[in-house]
């Protein structure tokens, strides 16, 4: 099971994300679903920024300072 999984881990994975995505098409709509995906989107930019730029680590050593 593990060399199927490691032979076609792109494939699970994608294939997962799409039956995500057509189950939120169907209940709540694309607009909705669009907003979703954008949100997350800009979420996860903002966590890559923030990670790079070492603001978030510093914002909490400055708490834990005082």
């Given at each position: 099971?593990?060399?199927?999984?490691?032979?076609y881990?792109?494939p699970?994975?994608?294939?997962?994300?799409?039956?995500?995505?057509a189950?939120?098409?169907?209940?709540?709509?694309?607009f909705?679903?669009?907003?979703?995906?954008?949100?997350?989107?800009?979420?996860?930019?903002?966590?890559f920024?923030?990670?790079?730029t070492?603001?978030?680590?510093?914002?909490?050593?400055?708490?834990?300072?005082?």
């Amino acid at each position: 099971m593990k060399k199927i999984y490691e032979q076609y881990k792109l494939p699970i994975i994608f294939g997962g994300l799409g039956l995500i995505l057509a189950i939120l098409f169907v209940s709540i709509g694309f607009f909705k679903t669009l907003l979703i995906i954008i949100l997350t989107g800009l979420g996860v930019a903002l966590g890559f920024y923030l990670e790079q730029t070492g603001l978030l680590n510093e914002f909490f050593n400055q708490r834990e300072n005082k």
